[in-house]
């Protein structure tokens, strides 16, 4: 009986030290939009305070002790409070990582991690969680996994675009272990086992096409892709190229300032290449810093996959005049996000602004229109290697170019 009363009071004091650790963290972001259930369970009332939300979560877990037949983890529950807690924003791009999550962001971010290799965003439209791109000599693109290809599917469990974060989390794993996916395309269902390994990423491919046409396909915007960008383009001019095409179709973003950085290797000095607004209307304007080192006519192909970072560096090249753009629409995420790594090592991703092209243009949910409208073949739509002059959108820029001077 002591027994069994000592352990209920070390399980209380626990719960109120882990109850504290929740109010530090949720204090410390104390700036941003709450919302709260209007539910009646458990005497619940709703709280005007966190001292409220403390009293709510303990009613909770005194329910639990009393009826509960399971074990009780109290890491978990604390874990999925404050996912719960972020979720309830109704926005997906704020969110809560544990460590673990946030180490494998930071992996990823660095150039390489552990997975099949795919880039997937959500498709609002469809909710479905849709993939972006499979990673050159990943898992997935050995698998056959294509741009456009809905995941519906993790190891027999469905998912749908509101799951894109705990599908991330399915997908990815130790090397070695393996993962099956049930994917949808043009409305056949197809399964496919992948096997996990460690995928080193390439932000940046480039190549000489057309004599004197240079070509840089730039997969996304993380690491340091705008230096990287950069080393291949100056390679490219030892080549002779006179043009150049930059690919932006199937990039799904990245870190704002490598975007921007591409773009001031593009834009007279003091050019406005950003402007942000946040929660307040206060705004922030970034500009060139630096004379443009690429100096001759440029198209940038993009598609409907082509979202934030890469919107960024579409909207400055098309409002400064520096850019033609081919292809289709793109995603239409005019805002960023800011992922602060938090004391214990988990992390907070919130959508802290919305942006805008120099020009005032608004992109969230409305996307950039290209200067010409090109579709793919439909039944090149959803590969991910096209033959050069099967491409419409590459032949079509390749064609714009030679018109140019």
């Known amino acids: 009986m002591e027994r069994n009363t000592a352990q209920k009071v070390y399980k209380w004091i626990m719960f109120i030290l882990i109850t504290i650790i929740i109010t530090s963290m949720i204090t410390a972001f104390a700036t941003y939009q709450y919302i709260t259930n209007s539910g009646r369970i458990l005497g619940y009332q709703e709280p005007d305070s966190f001292e409220g939300l403390e009293n709510t979560?303990?009613?909770?877990?005194?329910?639990?002790e009393k009826k509960y037949i399971g074990e009780i983890d109290d890491e978990k529950?604390?874990?999925?409070?404050?996912?719960?807690?972020?979720?309830?924003?109704?926005?997906?791009?704020?969110?809560?990582?544990?460590?673990?999550e946030m180490d494998e962001i930071m992996e990823e971010t660095e150039g390489n991690y552990v997975g099949i290799g795919i880039y997937m965003t959500m498709d609002t439209d469809k909710n479905a969680i849709v993939v972006v791109e499979p990673i050159e000599n990943s898992p997935?693109?050995?698998?056959?996994?294509?741009?456009?290809?809905?995941?519906?599917?993790?190891?027999?469990?469905?998912?749908?675009?509101d799951d894109l974060e705990q599908a991330s989390k399915k997908i990815k794993g130790e090397a070695g272990t393996k993962v099956t996916l049930e994917i949808l395309r043009n409305g056949e269902t197809k399964t496919v086992e992948l096997t996990r390994r460690k995928v080193s990423i390439s932000h940046i491919t480039a190549k000489v096409i057309e004599n004197n046409i240079g070509y840089i396909a730039i997969s996304d915007f993380e690491g340091e892709c705008a230096e990287e960008f950069k080393t291949k383009y100056e390679e490219l001019v030892k080549k002779n190229i006179k043009k150049l095409i930059i690919d932006i179709r199937n990039n799904g973003g990245g870190i704002v300032d490598e975007a921007t950085k591409i773009a001031d290797f593009m834009t007279e000095k003091d050019s406005v290449l950003l402007i942000t607004k946040d929660k307040n209307g206060n705004e922030?304007?970034?500009?060139?810093?630096?004379?443009?080192i690429i100096n001759m006519p440029t198209v940038v192909l993009m598609n409907e996959y082509s979202a934030s970072a890469s919107e960024i560096l579409a909207g400055a090249l098309k409002d400064s005049g520096k850019a033609t753009l081919v292809g289709k629409k793109t995603y239409g995420k005019g805002v960023i996000q800011e992922l602060q790594r938090l004391s214990d090592g988990s992390g907070l991703k919130v959508t802290t602004n919305e942006y805008y092209t120099p020009n005032r243009n608004v992109i969230n949910k409305v996307g950039i229109e290209p200067d010409i409208t090109v579709n793919l073949p439909s039944d090149l739509e959803y590969q991910s290697e096209i033959p050069e002059e099967n491409d419409t959108q590459l032949q079509k820029a390749i064609e714009t170019l030679k018109e140019m001077n």
Request: glycine letters at 10%; proline letters at 5%.
């Open 77 to 100: 529950l604390i874990e999925g409070a404050i996912k719960g807690y972020i979720a309830a924003l109704n926005d997906p791009y704020t969110t809560y990582y544990t460590k673990e």
């Open 57 to 64: 979560l303990a009613k909770f877990r005194t329910e639990l």
């Open 140 to 161: 997935a693109e050995e698998a056959g996994i294509l741009p456009g290809d809905l995941i519906t599917k993790i190891n027999g469990e469905s998912f749908s675009g």
């Open 284 to 292: 922030d304007i970034t500009k060139s810093k630096n004379k443009p």
